[in-house]
């Protein structure tokens, strides 16, 4: 057992996130190291390990934490069977509405204004949240909850292409507001930006509102950005972190990844954000925030950790 026990540097690496959050997960979900030598560190099992994968491809695909952590401490020799019982498909049972899981009220209603294309409700309901909540918890609690959702009903009947376009117009509107109302302290010493022909900017520009709202400087490249202009831009500027997202398998291609890490103007940081990233295929020195906290966390500290005067 001792030889096939695992650091949580060597976990986070073959995960593709940041060592914080498998202690996040360990202190608030039970998803810890169970191997334990007197006088050592915990080790994390091949077990355990299971269980971190089912947790982390869940929270990509946009399932709860809390949820993703009930499923992922089934016992091992259940977990191969995940991948069917989906728990986003589990609570899927057609109809009309949209799914929202165990988000609340706030979630339900945003659902039901979105089915009747209500555009001044919509707006309405997200404008207030952010204003009460902040743009980290309005996008885990209501906006995520509604976007899975909608992509849950389309994928099992085809339809809610003209809500997603119409939820997305809106949810743009109101995250491109905070951005405005919220000019940075700084520089811009942050870059976001798609990777190659990605099309889904809506989760990048809560990022960037996030952002904002803690009053870090960034600039937008938006969808669909080809590696040689993301790689100009970058040469151009100098960021000290880059963020490429990515939202489906087709558009994560790693190359773009090492490239960014190879241009002679290499960021200090380089996250690659989203479900399409397979965590087994990113380069070395490459992050996968779980979430867009931990994007933001992970962001915010490097720049804090740069305006920090060095010790005399």
Do not use: F, K
Request: aromatic share 2%.
């Amino acid at each position: 057992m001792a030889d096939e026990a695992l650091s949580a540097g060597i976990v986070a690496r073959r995960l593709g996130v940041a060592v914080t959050t498998l202690r996040t997960w360990h202190q608030r979900y039970g998803l810890g190291p169970s191997h334990h030598v007197p006088g050592h560190h915990r080790r994390y099992t091949p077990a355990d390990l299971a269980r971190l994968e089912v947790m982390r491809r869940l929270t990509a695909e946009g399932v709860s934490p809390a949820e993703a952590a009930r499923w992922a401490r089934q016992a091992p020799d259940s977990l191969a069977s995940v991948g069917t019982a989906d728990p986003r498909r589990a609570r899927d049972g057609g109809g009309t509405t949209i799914p929202v899981g165990r988000a609340g009220p706030a979630a339900r209603g945003l659902a039901r204004a979105a089915m009747r294309l209500d555009a001044d409700a919509i707006s309405e309901a997200v404008a207030q949240a952010l204003a009460a909540d902040g743009v980290v918890t309005t996008w885990d609690r209501l906006l995520r909850p509604l976007l899975v959702g909608i992509g849950e009903r389309h994928a099992a009947t085809g339809a809610l292409v003209e809500v997603e376009h119409l939820v997305t117009r809106c949810v743009s509107t109101a995250l491109g507001s905070v951005a405005s109302a919220n000019p940075a302290c700084g520089p811009p010493r942050v870059l976001l930006s798609c990777a190659d022909e990605e099309q889904h900017s809506l989760p990048l520009e809560a990022l960037a509102a996030a952002l904002a709202e803690a009053g870090v400087g960034y600039r937008m490249l938006g969808a669909r950005v080809p590696v040689a202009a993301l790689l100009a831009a970058i040469a151009r500027t100098g960021p000290a972190a880059v963020v490429l997202w990515s939202h489906t398998p087709a558009t994560a291609d790693p190359a773009q990844l090492t490239a960014l890490l190879t241009t002679p103007s290499r960021p200090l940081l380089v996250l690659a954000a989203g479900p399409g990233w397979q965590a087994r295929t990113l380069p070395v020195g490459v992050v996968s925030p779980a979430d867009l906290t931990e994007a933001l966390s992970l962001t915010v500290a490097l720049l804090d950790s740069l305006d920090r005067p060095a010790a005399s």
